[in-house]
């Protein structure tokens, strides 16, 4: 036990118990939940090894009890938790109508004394626990389902509980005094994120239960927490919505498959673990339904990063077009196309049968453009199937009957005009083997009339059309138009080559869906978009567009859009073009944890030099460390052995973590190799990669967004290496904000003007 002062002792006593009491109680439930889990697992193994196939009501049970397995298994893995540290913090709040004041324990999960039916601890993500993270002693409220509850604040308080034990605590006013926070923030990175429930700042606290059905927008600083404050997000979403939605009607999209690896390891601890995770290009492949091959963006982005080492007019070619394609322009361009096929999707005929028609074309395009427009092309088709069968239905009998009218009052004017002879017998025969015949015709015709209409409609495959549109757009464009016509012409190669960028996943699936539509209805109803500043607003228009809601949050930094070529230049684009019809909220978070004040001035004295009100400058928490390090040298070899001595001093610093920043990919293999003659265990991160277990690691530039270190050392940060090229002012900012404690820079020559 900690050393404590005198005022402080009885507290601590009545703390100190009150804790043993809540592991009592906590110890109970955990014995009662693992008994029950033995039983049902009995239960499980005894209904597998005698399951009969034709027992509807055994087959309903073992269901029933899978899923309460699984339940059971996750609510013990919260319990262990909860006995390691139980609540977080207390808020003492007396309700303006209500004569008692409550002691209000805040924890990750909920904890009811089963004898007095009391809540010993309180979700973190319920209503009354908003009283801790906004509100301030003194006057008080919070909104819950039955309006708004005001009273008073007396207390609020912070724990520090390891392994069942009080440590400490704090108390405060505001959500987290400089003491508790700076100590969370002094801690080491290791190789994943961790939930924050108990130091959420009152800021990121108004992102995280904001109005789940508008559109949230999040610009939030390097260092925000924007990434974790988007996992508790989901967490209060399901906990609030819980009897509406299950966890798999909500999805997260990372940057990449090696990024959602990074933050796999929190979903567990906050019960979003089975939420939807993925990549826009795989979420694509999904709804595309076939295996598409997509050059993965970092790899193009890789080519862009090391060609601009030269000056290469190709390469800028090659951002101008992906920045055409990914623009609600070509979007526009689409859909043109896609009215051009509306209009000549059906057969150029009326629906007849023989020589009858039954309906015209006209009024066919008249249902298939006004009647079904709400409909994807082949979804329309099958309705207007249903339609013509309707009809057919309706007038076959009609027409038989009208033959069988139109013959015998021919037969009748045979009689009339001729009298009975051989000649009158042969033309009557003959007129009643003609109908006859016509009468079969239309039977057998009829059978098949509306198969054949619809046959006569043809379907391509998606990248078919995608490529009749290019090639139409190329013919129709004029010489003058260079980028267009390179945009048509370079796209068109890389689909004979059955290779696809990731800006041609949009116009894929506005095409599957406008023409074909969704084999499977998405159950998504929210989507949580990390990194959103690389995505496009073509590729936001069709998220959109795919779930069929606006109910969306979006977080991303400006200042680290290394993709602005054809990604998000300006928040307000996203507001006005993509939820023109819904009430948008945009937040800030420009406070960064992260780093410390010296190595978040430094990186904002670099972003500050482009001079764009859009990019807004983050402000560092008063958390001061080393001064950043930058050494001019002569040679590669000077600085790898600088670096080796970096790394041996890591061990002293206590650093779990390491990252070695490179411009390119190139100079990361380099310095790898160089680095070999000093005997130092060194990963290359290249971008395919699964897993980063933390230690020592050497990565380009345009890899390393979103991820942080203990300790960071940027390679080469010289003259030549780092321009004023808004690229290369973005890749050195982001390197820059990696680090929480220790920042290195070494410069090949002469340093670069923007340090």
């Not at 609510?75 to 002691?103: A, C, H, I, T």
């Not at 689409?334 to 009858?356: G, N, R, T, V």
């Not at 500050?608 to 859009?614: A, F, G």
């Not at 300790?711 to 390197?735: E, H, P, R, T």
């Amino acid at each position: 036990m900690i050393k404590i002062s005198v005022e402080k002792k009885l507290d601590y006593l009545m703390e100190s118990s009150r804790l043993d009491l809540t592991l009592k109680h906590l110890n109970i439930y955990y014995d009662k939940t693992i008994n029950t889990v033995s039983k049902i697992d009995e239960e499980v193994e005894y209904g597998i090894r005698h399951f009969n196939s034709d027992n509807a009501e055994q087959f309903n049970d073992l269901i029933i009890n899978s899923v309460l397995q699984s339940n059971l298994k996750t609510k013990v893995k919260n319990l262990v938790q909860s006995l390691s540290k139980p609540y977080f913090s207390r808020v003492d709040f007396k309700e303006d109508s209500v004569g008692e004041e409550e002691n209000l324990y805040i924890g990750k999960t909920s904890l009811m004394n089963e004898e007095t039916h009391k809540l010993l601890v309180i979700d973190w993500r319920s209503p009354i626990a908003n009283l801790y993270y906004e509100g301030r002693v003194g006057e008080a409220h919070y909104e819950c389902p039955e309006g708004i509850i005001n009273g008073i604040i007396s207390l609020k308080r912070q724990y520090s509980i390891e392994n069942s034990n009080l440590k400490d605590y704090f108390d405060i006013d505001i959500t987290t005094n400089d003491e508790f926070l700076q100590a969370c923030l002094d801690s080491n990175a290791d190789n994943r994120l961790k939930d924050i429930v108990s130091t959420i700042q009152a800021e990121q606290n108004r992102v995280i239960r904001a109005d789940m059905w508008k559109p949230l927008i999040v610009q939030g600083a390097a260092g925000g927490g924007k990434t974790t404050i988007a996992l508790h997000r989901i967490a209060y979403l399901i906990y609030t919505y819980e009897k509406t939605f299950t966890p798999d009607n909500f999805m997260i999209i990372a940057p990449n498959r090696f990024f959602l690896n990074y933050i796999s390891e929190v979903l567990p601890e906050l019960g979003v673990d089975k939420v939807i995770q993925t990549t826009y290009e795989d979420f694509a492949r999904m709804v595309l339904g076939k295996k598409v091959k997509i050059r993965e963006g970092y790899i193009k982005l890789g080519n862009i990063v090391n060609k601009s080492m030269t000056i290469n007019k190709q390469e800028f070619s090659v951002k101008e077009i992906s920045h055409l394609k990914s623009s609600l322009e070509f979007k526009d361009l689409l859909e043109e196309y896609i009215d051009y096929l509306e209009e000549a999707f059906l057969p150029e005929e009326d629906f007849k049968i023989y020589k009858f028609k039954l309906i015209s074309r006209e009024k066919l395009m008249k249902l298939f453009k006004e009647e079904y427009k709400h409909l994807p092309f082949k979804k329309r088709i099958a309705e207007m199937k249903k339609h013509l069968n309707n009809i057919l239905k309706r007038n076959k009998q009609k027409l038989l009957d009208k033959i069988d009218l139109i013959y015998d009052e021919k037969l009748d004017q045979l009689r009339h005009k001729m009298k009975d002879c051989p000649e009158r017998r042969k033309i009557f025969i003959k007129m009643t083997d003609e109908r006859d015949a016509l009468l079969e015709k239309i039977k057998k015709e009829s059978k098949t009339l509306v198969n054949d209409y619809i046959k006569k409609i043809e379907y391509r495959k998606v990248e078919d059309y995608y490529r009749e549109f290019l090639e139409k757009l190329l013919d129709s464009t004029e010489d003058e138009n260079f980028l267009l016509k390179e945009t048509c012409n370079s796209t068109i190669n890389s689909i004979i080559q059955n290779l696809y960028e990731i800006e041609d996943l949009a116009p894929l699936l506005l095409l599957k869906y406008r023409i074909f539509g969704l084999d499977e209805k998405i159950t998504v109803r929210h989507v949580v978009i990390d990194e959103a500043q690389d995505f496009s607003l073509f590729q936001l228009y069709m998220l959109k567009t795919l779930i069929g809601s606006s109910s969306m949050t979006i977080l991303g930094d400006l200042c680290q859009g290394i993709n602005s070529y054809r990604g998000i230049e300006d928040w307000q684009d996203v507001i006005n073009h993509i939820f023109t019809e819904a009430k948008s909220t945009f937040l800030k978070l420009d406070q960064s944890y992260r780093t410390t004040v010296e190595i978040m001035d430094k990186a904002s004295s670099v972003i500050e030099k482009l001079n764009d009100e859009k990019l807004p400058p983050a402000k560092p928490v008063l958390r001061h460390g080393d001064d950043v390090s930058i050494v001019e040298l002569e040679s590669y070899d000077d600085i790898c052995r600088n670096i080796s001595r970096d790394i041996d001093d890591m061990d002293s610093r206590e650093y779990n973590s390491l990252a070695i920043i490179c411009k390119t990919l190139e100079e990361c293999k380099n310095i790898k190799k160089k680095l070999k003659q000093f005997n130092k265990d060194i990963i290359l991160i290249q971008g395919n990669e699964k897993k980063y277990n933390g230690g020592i690691a050497i990565i380009p530039s345009y890899l390393v967004k979103g991820l942080e270190f203990d300790m960071v050392i940027v390679a080469n940060g010289s003259k030549d290496m780092y321009s004023f090229d808004q690229m290369d002012v973005k890749l050195l900012y982001v390197a820059l904000t990696r680090p929480l404690h220790k920042l290195n820079i070494y410069s090949l020559g002469e340093k670069s003007n923007l340090l």
